[in-house]
């Protein structure tokens, strides 16, 4: 580059190290004089503009807020299907922009990806310019250090005293870590410090990009799954072992950590009285794990807050719920259902519904159920339970007999009864131990009792610990890039008239840097004690030296000649 | 839970909480008070005053050692008498509220942010905290106004609709994740409200001192305009908030994704409470670009602050309320 200057850099009255030209590089070009390449950079400078980041950060907040509002296919798949069913018209409109998957559509990446390729293109050159001038010496003092905004100066007595106040100086000011300058002449030191805040800039951007890496990482090689089991039951970590199943590009879904979990116990307590009467307060599911066919099984407790680990996967516990156990006997005597069957809670306290299908008996028998662990004592209101632990289990069944329909191939669900080839034969409700005789001699159903069962979430994500470290430092160069602040410290002696010698200390900040004042005061403080002898103390002049006075975002009080001295990005 | 020692202990936290709101609303008075009588010293009166002090220590004079501190230089003002009191009935107000929290979380035997409940009493102790942070080393006693009105609304809102006296916690909130996040998100909570009070004000001032500059009728709102510093200053008091404040939300939001992995197998999920805190992060990400960016500082940057805040109350109340996702503490 033969232009020092980053391709795009913030332009800000406030930017010591804001190139003067930046403003005018970006606007002396009109794309239409130029050809392709031209109108490339064009595009490139625009791209890499910081009106541009600000404009595609505000983008990117408002881009995120229809995935606030509307249902999201990952998060809750069903709430989209009734979505679209109840606006019939708006619906399929958002669909077709994605408007259901905010967060995978092609115009949220978009966004995202701009902005992230503005990050780069701004980023990097501005800090590449920053590590050369970091090298580079501290600029000369001004030629009239007064008008820098904080000075301070004192006169002291003899002539000689001026070489020892300059290496005075020069050794304070590198034991407080300043890099230093000093003239040939022993005139002057030049101090400079506050590097670290565009390491913290360049540190903080470049772990966002870091984080955009490690999201991806685990987008493609991660992969999750969701599974319900029931008490006594278990699965292996394979595909078909899952209720859900979802897996990055680059996973092979053949070779998954080969582990597997039985649920040995459920236990859940809640709220028993108040009116939060019925809010869970304790699930626990106690689980036997075998890490590896053939390795030892170990007994493990998994919580809310406390998964599983196995293999470099976790188990989580999501939800519970009740599955009732029914033994269905048919008209010929034979036992064709003996199994307990998943009901999904409707509501807090657990009212539940599902499905049992004995197609092996003859006729086919289906039942739908609400399942209810502590019943109403008056039902009137319909089967609703009152409390989710199981004090008072009942089962409410509506009984089919005919077609269920499994033969015709295409899948059903497990949890609904295609009613149209069935015709209903009664309706019963039952406490654990109580049968029904159903009527015409189809048989019987006992509803023997009920054990709980727990739905867990088996994820792996490989990029985790890497957004973790991203982001440990993308908060630490923020702090850098916040607190850090660059700043100048001049010390100049020289001669007066009569013979004695004139001291100055100055300070300069490009943005506000409350402390700098204080420094600039502990300089001349600590020069003048040096110096002890006979001090005198010359114009105090305050400048944005209080908390008070200091300013953001504003020049220091320079005018004309000084200017080009006072602009920190002058580096010598 | 409910034995009848541990009822007592959170009726002494109420009574803390009750104790406070009354403190508060006696201070707010008194800095109405305070603020009506006040005016900021022009900017030609500052000067007159600085040049007649350098004047008076004269060219030539003993070594003075050169601390110069905030609070020193201030300029006297009228309603200082009525300001010094709410300072001290806001420090009293305060330490009751802080027992009143405590109390609170002994009683629950855990920490006291369960409940939206709870939260609100804490929120509205960090934004004091905040505040009289603030106050021990820069004259802020003219923001007071604007600090303990909001903190009395959310005491308001919290004793009548939020009340809520459970001591346990769904399970999803057990973790002392927990404690981390909550902790910073409440604090931020806090200097988020300290910097938008400083953010209206400079807006109202900087377009009443342009208005002033040429020479229009200032309008209305000058006379919330007077009795506040300089547009430059709120300028630099909002940026210096917000500041401090960025990191510790984007911490907050970092401890939240460590518990949400924790609890639910996956670090981020764009549940609605996340996208907001999202939405929060990038507009003040957008506003300390604004600052630096050419034509967007000032009051564009201003007005990208205030949208930030927003949305951080958004996913306070908003969230809670209307939109359902995993986060489940709002209280039933
Ligand atoms: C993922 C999107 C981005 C986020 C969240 C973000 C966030 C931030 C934050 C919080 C700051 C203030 C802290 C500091 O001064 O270091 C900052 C500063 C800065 N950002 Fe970004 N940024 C993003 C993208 C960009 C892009 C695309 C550019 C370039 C066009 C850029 C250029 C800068 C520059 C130059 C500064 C320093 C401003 C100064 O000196 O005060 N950033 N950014």
């Known amino acids: 580059m033969t232009d020092p200057t980053p391709l795009a850099s913030p332009v800000n009255e406030a930017n010591i190290d804001a190139p003067a030209n930046a403003v005018s590089s970006a606007k002396t070009v009109t794309p239409m004089q130029l050809g392709f390449l031209g109108w490339l950079r064009w595009f490139w400078r625009q791209l890499t503009s910081m009106r541009i980041a600000l404009l595609l950060l505000l983008l990117l907040a408002l881009a995120s807020i229809p995935g606030s509002i509307l249902p999201q296919r990952g998060a809750a798949p069903l709430k989209v299907k009734e979505y679209l069913a109840t606006h019939e018209t708006l619906g399929p409109i958002l669909d077709r922009f994605g408007l259901f998957d905010v967060f995978a559509a092609p115009w949220f990446a978009a966004v995202y990806l701009l902005l992230f390729i503005s990050l780069t293109g701004c980023v990097l050159p501005r800090s590449l310019q920053h590590m ?72 903080f951007h470049i772990a966002l990009l870091c984080l955009l890496v490690a999201v991806g990482v685990g987008n493609l090689f991660g992969f999750k799954g969701q599974v319900i089991v029931r008490e006594g039951h278990g699965f292996s970590n394979q595909v078909t072992q899952y209720d859900t199943f979802s897996a990055g590009r680059l996973v092979d879904a053949s ?16 709220e028993t009285e108040g009116s939060q009467k019925g809010a869970p307060r304790e699930f626990s599911a106690t689980a036997t794990v075998i890490d ?22 976790k188990v989580f516990l999501l939800g519970h719920g009740y599955a009732p156990h029914f033994v269905i006997t048919d008209k010929r005597g034979q036992v064709v259902f003996d199994d307990s069957v998943v009901f999904l809670p409707q509501d807090g306290n657990f009212t539940s519904t599902g499905v049992i299908k004995a197609p092996d008996s003859i006729p086919q028998l289906g039942f739908q159920g609400v399942f209810t662990p502590t019943a109403p004592v008056d039902s009137s209101q319909g089967p609703r339970s009152i409390f989710p632990a199981s004090e008072d289990p009942a089962v409410f069944l509506a009984g089919y007999k005919g077609d269920l329909g499994l033969d015709t191939g295409t899948a059903q669900s497990v949890y609904s009864l295609d009613t149209t080839n069935l015709t209903q034969v009664g309706l019963k409700a039952l406490r654990p131990g109580e049968s029904w005789v159903l009527p015409n001699g189809l048989g019987t159903l006992k509803f023997t009792g009920v054990i709980e069962y727990g739905s867990f979430v088996v994820a792996r994500d490989p990029g985790k610990e890497a957004a973790l470290v991203a982001m440990m430092a993308a908060i630490g160069g923020l702090v850098l890039s916040l607190f850090v602040r660059r700043r100048r410290m001049w010390v100049r002696v020289s001669a007066t ?17 409350p402390g700098l004042g204080v420094e600039v005061d502990e300089l001349a403080e600590h020069l003048q004690m040096a110096s002890a002898a006979s001090v005198r103390v010359l114009v105090e002049e305050s400048g944005g030296d209080s908390d008070e006075e200091s300013v953001v975002g504003h020049e220091p009080p320079s005018s004309g000649a000084d200017a080009a001295e006072l602009d920190l990005s002058q580096s010598t | 839970m409910n034995v009848s020692g541990s009822q007592t202990l959170v009726q002494y936290s109420n009574a803390l909480v009750y104790a406070a709101m009354i403190a508060y609303a006696a201070a707010m008075v008194a800095f109405a008070a305070s603020f009506a009588a006040r005016r900021e010293p022009t900017a030609a009166a500052v000067e007159a005053e600085a040049t007649q002090r350098s004047q008076s220590v004269g060219a030539v004079a003993t070594i003075s050692p050169p601390t110069v501190h905030a609070k020193t230089d201030r300029v006297s003002q009228p309603g200082d008498r009525a300001a010094n009191i709410a300072m001290s009935l806001t420090w009293l107000a305060t330490l009751s509220l802080l027992g009143g929290v405590v109390l609170r979380g002994v009683w629950a035997g855990r920490a006291p942010w369960g409940n939206m409940y709870e939260f609100s009493i804490t929120a509205a102790l960090a934004v004091s905290v905040v505040f009289l942070t603030m106050s021990v080393r820069t004259d802020v006693r003219w923001l007071g106004l604007f600090i303990v009105a909001p903190v009395l609304l959310t005491l308001g809102l919290a004793v009548t609709v939020l009340y809520n006296d459970t001591a346990q916690l769904v399970p999803a909130l057990k973790s002392y994740w927990l404690l981390i996040h909550v902790s910073a998100a409440v604090i931020s909570g806090g200097a988020f409200t300290v ?21 229009v009728d200032p309008g209305r709102w000058s006379g ?60 003040f990400a957008g506003y300390l670009h604004a600052r630096a960016t050419a034509g967007w500082s000032g009051r564009r940057a201003a007005i990208i602050a205030l949208v930030g805040f927003g949305c951080f109350l958004f996913n306070y109340f908003g969230v809670n309320i209307w939109i359902t996702g995993l986060h489940s503490y709002a209280g039933r």
């Open chain 1, 497 to 513: 008239g009569d013979g004695r010698t004139l001291v100055e200390v100055a300070g300069l900040a490009r943005a506000e840097a």
């Open chain 1, 292 to 313: 590896e066919p053939g390795s030892k099984p170990r007994t493990e407790e998994i919580e809310v807050n406390a998964p599983l680990v196995t293999n470099g996967t």
């Open chain 2, 195 to 215: 910097g938008a009070a400083f953010t209206t004000l400079y807006l109202i001032k900087s377009r009443v001192e342009d208005r002033e500059a040429a020479g």
């Open chain 1, 255 to 270: 070779s998954l950590p080969p582990f597997s979990v039985r649920l040995d116990d459920f236990s859940a307590s809640y």
């Open chain 1, 132 to 203: 050369r001038t970091a090298r580079a010496r501290p600029p000369a003092a001004p030629r009239n250090l007064s008008r820098l905004p904080l000075h301070r100066a004192f006169e002291t007595e003899p002539t000689e005293q001026a070489n020892s106040t300059i290496s005075d100086a020069e050794s304070y000011l590198k034991r407080k870590r300043w890099r230093v300058d000093v003239d040939h002449d022993g005139h002057w030191v030049a101090a400079e410090k506050g590097h670290l805040r565009e390491v913290g800039n360049l540190l």
């Open chain 2, 224 to 283: 919330v305009a007077q009795r506040v510093p300089s547009a430059t200053r709120l300028d630099t008091l909002a940026y210096r908030t917000f500041v401090f404040v960025f990191p510790l939300w984007t911490f907050a939001v970092v401890a939240g994704a460590i518990w949400a992995e924790n609890a639910w197998g996956r670090y981020w999920g764009w549940d609605p409470k996340e996208t907001w805190a999202f939405i929060t992060w990038v507009v």
